[in-house]
């Protein structure tokens, strides 16, 4: 039993050794690959290779909240479109992008809404999301 939970605490330590490297690395065109995932419509592979980007621009953030509305979490896509309208104030497609956020949070925030969302997530609780 012992030797058990010897090799179940290395096995973790390495799991989170290896969660900790995969961070920390950083990939000079990581945002040229999610722009190429996103419009292959591999949205959760874009939002992985965009979190290992080490520029954070406007563009950044639009693609992240493009991301994130495809898959249906509105918040967080509104709060990534705010972030890019912040830096970029005079590029009007991420206000748009942040208007059809904004939009679709206040249907989900209706009882109709959640209905829709919670059903589409019990239907497909893992898909992946494909541009249409």
């Not at 950044?60 to 909240?65: P, S």
């Not at 509104?78 to 972030?83: I, K, L, T, V």
């Not at 829709?116 to 999301?129: F, I, K, L, S, Y």
Request: charged share 30%; hydrophobic share 45%.
């Amino acid at each position: 039993m012992v030797r058990l939970n010897l090799a179940y605490d290395r096995a973790m330590k390495l799991i989170r050794e290896r969660a900790e490297n995969e961070q920390e690395t950083i990939l000079p065109d990581a945002f040229a690959v999610a722009q190429q995932l996103f419009a292959r419509g591999l949205v959760r592979d874009a939002l992985r290779m965009l979190n290992r980007s080490a520029a954070r621009d406007g563009a950044w953030y639009a693609l992240q909240g493009a991301a994130l509305l495809k898959m249906g979490e509105a918040e967080a896509a509104h709060a990534s479109y705010r972030a890019a309208v912040r830096l970029e104030p005079q590029n009007e497609v991420f206000r748009a992008g942040a208007l059809e956020a904004a939009v679709r949070m206040r249907k989900q925030r209706t009882p109709i809404g959640r209905a829709v969302c919670w059903a589409r997530r019990a239907v497909h609780p893992r898909r992946r999301t494909h541009i249409k």
